[in-house]
């Protein structure tokens, strides 16, 4: 990684703290607390030995001294636990705005745009990524504060007792960040490599896992299983490249920390000796100064050391970075707060004039087409597979660009609020999305409606079959990708949501596909009655069912080749009598 990109990440890692700045200042100020007593626990055990050794007072005279270091223990392990408690909280707050920022962003682009890259890449990016900046912020960058103000405070104290200390501390300290920075530059770029690998891992073993049955039927899975082992063995290799770099790291400021606190002792040796006579300020050099550098010394390294230790989260949190801040930086949408909404009281009239749906990488997907929606108006979108249908849908929905024109009501799509717009339109797709906790909650969609109308859609979509067998019928949890429930016991609730959303344009996304006979039949009932109150587009490769609707597009390359009801197009040759010729003999 280059220099320039390492110092824009560093930036940009640090504005992000703004989104906690109560935290991270609480918890440089415990810190600064505890140098303070740092300080006074040095000073005080200094004085006992003075007084034990040199003067040997009786016990009466360093008993207080000593109540007061107790003290002083306490508090500093009170002080820690506080410390860690608000840089937990910091780095917590801070990883909670960065994966909503991530979220809302998705949810900007749509989920066209999500699937140009493997799902296990969001995955890294909203997990592994993230969760790697928690100790940069819970501890790295508190840390560079203290980092120079505890050593600052240290010498402040220990150059009015003795010079020469404070000038070898003083003359040590700038060693150790340096070669920290040095090890930590080829320490970040290996951890962002470290990211790239764990991110393809990820993806990779991800589809490999959806795709298992396929890999097993063309007997590929001992190929793929010695291919997941070398990206294993890649990641494996990469993660102790990190390591070693840290524990360099680790090594280097230990081995200069030691040389800088052995100095001043052999310092004090040779001054009580007599060899050498300066640094003192002309008197006689005490034991109590002796004692009082020796034990800062290590403590004024102490900070550096700590902060070495959590280096390697700032090479971490600037590996993860790299993708996720060139992510959020990327182009947004156009902000939506100065778009108008269609109105929602008009009767909905959809053009399309030399429409080209485009994919986020500017891939012509399908196109150009021409076609008019009129309201109510229920038509059935018919081809094989890749020829454009899921794109059509996609682009009604906003959720990919285009070329042409795409009129709402006499209002360019992409000129139209999107929230707005979505409020208008009701959608059922392929597999089934149950987001929220319960199934009452996933039906009704914060929506307010009487428990007769809810009734009356439970039945309409077929969830009245089954819902009493669940635990807590409606208030059931259908937990992650609603688990708890059946592919077609899911699809019936997402039919349900649909039917009871007031919209102006039903689109349907081959609602029927992974179903068995049964729960299709009953879901395409369901919304053929549904699709006589809006207007509707349905996209299915069930050709037999189409009787009813009032009219029947074909598509094939991107484009629509043929359009007109069920007894036009089978009474003629041309590309649906020819589809549905191909599908009876494929049922026979």
């Known amino acids: 990684m280059e220099k320039k990109r390492q110092h824009q990440l560093t930036r940009w890692l640090r504005q992000q703290r703004l ?18 007593l740092i300080i006074a626990q040095a000073w005080l055990l200094a004085t006992l030995m003075h007084q034990l050794i040199s003067e040997q007072q009786p016990r009466d005279r360093w008993l ?15 002080l820690s636990w506080l410390r860690e408690q608000a840089g937990y909280r910091a780095g917590e707050q801070i990883r909670r705005t960065l994966r909503k920022q991530v979220l809302d962003r998705l949810q900007q682009l749509g989920p066209a745009w999500i699937q140009e890259k493997p799902v296990g890449n969001w995955a890294s990016l909203l997990l592994e990524q993230i969760e790697e900046m928690q100790d940069y912020y819970a501890r790295y960058l508190p840390q560079m504060t203290l980092s120079v103000l505890i050593p600052g405070l240290i010498l402040l104290v220990v150059f009015p007792v003795n010079w020469a200390a404070g000038l070898i501390l003083l003359a040590t300290a700038p060693l150790i960040p340096l070669f920290m920075a040095l090890v930590g530059m080829g320490a970040a770029d290996a951890n962002r490599r470290n ?79 007599g060899e050498l006579n300066f640094g003192h300020y002309g008197t006689q050099v005490t034991l109590f100064a002796g004692f009082l550098a020796l034990i800062l010394a290590p403590e004024f390294f102490q900070p550096l050391r700590d902060l070495g230790a959590f280096y390697h989260a700032k090479a971490q949190a600037i ?3 790299d993708a996720l801040e060139t992510f959020l930086s990327s182009p947004q949408p156009a902000a939506a707060e100065d778009k108008p909404a269609p109105s929602p009281d008009l009767p909905l009239q959809i053009e399309a004039s030399e429409l080209k749906i485009m994919a986020p990488n500017g891939v012509l997907l399908a196109g150009p087409l021409d076609f008019t929606l009129s309201p109510g108006q229920r038509v059935a979108l018919v081809g094989q597979s890749g020829a454009g249908k899921s794109s059509l849908i996609n682009v009604l929905l906003g959720f990919l660009p285009y070329q042409g024109s795409l009129r709402i009501n006499g209002h360019e799509l992409r000129d139209l609020q999107r929230r707005g717009w979505h409020q208008q339109v009701a959608w059922v797709g392929q597999n089934p999305h149950l987001p929220a906790r319960s199934v009452r909650e996933n039906i009704l969609n914060g929506q307010q409606v009487s428990a007769a109308r809810l009734q009356d859609v439970l039945a309409l979509a077929g969830v009245d079959e089954f819902i009493s067998q669940l635990p807590q019928g409606l208030d059931s949890e259908t937990g992650d990708w609603a688990m708890g429930l059946s592919v077609g016991q899911a699809q019936r609730i997402a039919v349900a949501r649909a039917l009871l959303k007031p919209c102006q344009l039903l689109l349907l996304d081959e609602p029927g596909a992974s179903l068995d006979a049964r729960s299709e039949q009953h879901v395409m009932r369901a919304l053929l009655a549904a699709s006589q109150q809006q207007t509707t587009l349905l996209v299915t490769h069930q050709l037999n069912e189409l009787g009813q609707w009032d009219e029947i597009w074909v598509m094939r390359a991107g484009q629509i080749i043929q359009r007109g009801s069920w007894q036009q197009l089978t009474c003629q040759p041309g590309p649906f009598a020819t589809l549905l010729t191909h599908r009876q003999g494929d049922i026979a």
């Open 64 to 78: 207080s001294s000593m109540g007061l270091l107790l003290l002083c223990f306490m508090a500093r392990a009170l």
């Open 19 to 36: 989104y906690a700045r109560p935290w991270t200042t609480l918890s440089t100020l415990l810190g600064v607390i505890s140098a303070l």
């Open 319 to 321: 590996g993860a970075a």
């Open 195 to 273: 990211f790239l690998a764990l991110a393809r891992l990820s993806g990779d073993f991800l589809d490999r896992l959806r795709g298992l049955d396929t890999l097993r039927l063309f007997h590929r899975g001992a190929a793929e299983a010695r291919s997941i082992a070398a990206a294993s063995e890649d990641f494996r290799q990469r993660t102790m490249e990190v390591l070693r770099l840290a524990f360099l790291s680790s090594a280097v400021l230990e081995f200069f920390a030691s040389i800088s606190i052995a100095i001043v002792a052999v310092y004090f040796g040779f001054s009580y000796l």
